[in-house]
């Protein structure tokens, strides 16, 4: 594993885990600050947090893309917040890198296809607010505002559909 390496200093292993992670990664970021300069910047912080951090990954929590993701989706979050606005774009700017499309890499995977089945399983308005939530790069209180509902119970749900993705994703690994 990857992590593991990186986590005993293995800058190799750190270079191959970028290169395989970083177009999804960055995709992230992007779709949530929706600013490409400010989009390298989170990857670059958030990748060296791997770096710095790996030994602290634990596999029985989850996967390590999942892992970084969620550094990657929390920077995103908070730079948007100190930046103090977030720009309103319906796509991604076409200044990506055209070899790699991040999210046709991440349906390749078979986490990707795992997780696809069992959200897939869930119903549409817990789907919709998980989507908000780590797709969309919304706070639980954007998604509760969004969406018109209270946000105890948004978190609630998003908790309980999580905790259901979870347990669909053990029984199919």
Known sequence: MLLARCARSD??????????????LYGVAL????????????????????????????????????????????????????????TVMSDPPDQLDPQLDPFERLAETRDERMLEHCLGQVEDRPRNLVELAFIEGLTHAQVAARVGEPLGTVKSVIRRTLAALRSCMDDAG
């Not at 800058?11 to 999804?24: H, N, P, Q, S």
């Open 11 to 24: 800058a190799d292993a750190f270079r191959r885990l970028y290169d395989l992670e970083g177009g999804v």
């Open 31 to 86: 779709r949530i600050i929706r600013q490409p300069a400010m989009a390298d910047d989170v990857l670059h912080d958030a990748m060296m947090q791997v770096w710095r951090n790996a030994g602290q990954f634990d596999p029985a929590r989850g996967s390590g893309r999942a892992w970084m993701l969620g550094l990657v989706r929390y920077r995103a979050i908070d730079a948007a917040r100190r930046a103090g606005r977030e």
